[in-house]
T-cell receptor, first 117, second 116 residues
């Protein structure tokens, strides 16, 4: 299994540009989420999904959109990038109730570093 | 609201020695989970150890162990026989699932340096 994969690893955007951060997992996990990590801060939840077709907001959702059309993929869209969105973004997944693994334990991707100029 | 506090922004330890990283949290719940994650320079978040709040026994994973004090809301991580590869940021995290929603709250992290 590849686990949780994220692309790109690094991206530079200009203010106002849009882009999509990709996240995929091959573990058939029901739950997926996006976090951002800023210097001196822990991870903060942006959006999450408990299954295909279901998404919800986390702690810092403004400026981001998500969708979950398949179990495997959970892209994060920045509609109009702002310098305040410069951060490292992590995607995570975990199994649902029938996953056979501790459902409280999340598995993280390698992160995407985003710089907005 | 649940909060997680790591009071040590940086710690250092000599190779082969033992170091303890501190974490306290604030919650009014009784059933929750606690985690320590390691983030090396590669930025990958790696699960180190987890603790269920309903278990009195402290979790252990090889050289990593925790001291879970539920009443004091304290969850420290002890790394024994420290190795150079242990150098990383360490994040304490609190997880709660309630009424169909769930929350994973991270502390701000402790940077661990291992000196040869």
């Amino acid at each position: 299994n590849a686990g949780v994969t994220q692309t790109p690893k690094f991206q530079v955007l200009k203010t106002g540009q849009s882009m999509t951060l990709q996240c995929a997992q091959d573990m058939n996990h029901e739950y997926m989420s996006w976090y951002r990590q800023d210097p001196g801060m822990g991870l903060r939840l942006i959006h999450y999904s408990v299954g295909a077709g279901i998404t919800d907001q986390g702690e810092v959702p403004n400026g981001y959109n998500v969708s979950r059309s398949t179990t495997e993929d959970f892209p994060l869209r920045l509609l109009s990038a702002a310098p305040s969105q410069t951060s490292v973004y992590f995607c995570a997944s975990r199994p649902g109730l029938a996953g056979g693994l501790p459902r409280e334990t999340q598995y993280f991707g390698p992160g995407t570093r985003l710089l907005v100029l | 609201a649940q909060t997680v506090t790591q009071s040590q922004p940086e710690m250092s330890v000599q190779e082969a020695e033992t170091v303890t990283l501190s974490c306290t949290y604030d919650t009014s719940e009784s059933d929750y989970y606690l985690f320590w994650y390691k983030q090396p320079p590669s930025r990958q978040m790696i699960l180190v150890i987890r603790q269920e709040a309903y278990k009195q026994q402290n979790a252990t994973e090889n050289r990593f162990s925790v001291n879970f004090q539920k009443a004091a809301k304290s969850f420290s991580l002890k790394i024994s026989d420290s190795q150079l590869g242990d150098a990383a940021m360490y994040f304490c995290a609190y997880y709660l699932s309630q009424g169909g929603s769930e929350k994973l709250v991270f502390g701000k992290g402790t940077k661990l340096t291992v000196n040869p």
